[in-house]
């Protein structure tokens, strides 16, 4: 499958992480097809509720519960939302990739817009730290919710593990050549 967007973000940082020496939990609604990430020191748990867009529900219920019986030092979500219920025990991480529901909410679908708005904000409040992935986001979130700038870390995203053959053929059909 293609990645795309915030799947993206995950299976880069993921590909890249587990290769130290911690013990990682991957919590998620569906095993991941493409595991070539998972080793010895990493444990995935599954709650799929089997509903058509249920992936908030399940996290919602299950990550603090997985969370506490995994005994986790610091819990990071990649996609502006963290688990309501998670103990205040936990180090807690969000990314917030934009603020789109807040700045230009007519691009979004009805249910998608409702979810952010309902949920960002406590996010927001609740995390000891939020990752942005550009400067303008994190003074979006800065004077659009009046966090503190020491809170916020901007890390703009990386290059993405590309196979240098597809590289090369996408370059081509834009009729780009080496050198550049």
Not at 25 to 50: A, H, S
Not at 61 to 79: C, E, G, Q, V, Y
Not at 128 to 153: C, G, M, P, Y
Request: hydrophobic content about 40%; some cysteine; glycine content about 2%.
């Amino acid at each position: 499958a293609k990645r795309t967007g915030i799947g993206r973000y995950v299976f880069e940082l993921i590909s890249r992480i587990t290769k130290f020496e911690h013990e990682w939990f991957f919590y998620t609604d569906k095993y991941p097809i493409n595991c070539e990430f998972l080793n010895e020191n990493t444990k995935v748990r599954t709650l799929d509720l089997g509903i058509k867009g249920s992936r908030i529900i399940s996290m919602q219920l299950a990550a603090p519960i997985w969370a506490k019986k995994d005994r986790l030092d610091l819990f990071w979500s990649p996609n502006h939302r963290l688990p309501v219920l998670l103990s205040e025990q936990v180090a807690r991480v969000v990314t917030i990739n934009d603020l789109v529901w807040k700045i230009v909410p007519e691009t979004m679908h009805p249910l998608n817009k409702a979810v952010e708005s309902c949920l960002m904000p406590s996010s927001i409040n609740m995390s000891d730290q939020i990752i942005t992935i550009s400067k303008s986001t994190a003074d979006d979130l800065i004077s659009q919710f009046k966090v503190d700038f020491r809170k916020v870390n901007p890390i703009h995203l990386g290059p993405a593990s590309i196979e240098v053959s597809k590289c090369n053929f996408s370059l081509s059909s834009l009729d780009l050549k080496k050198p550049f």
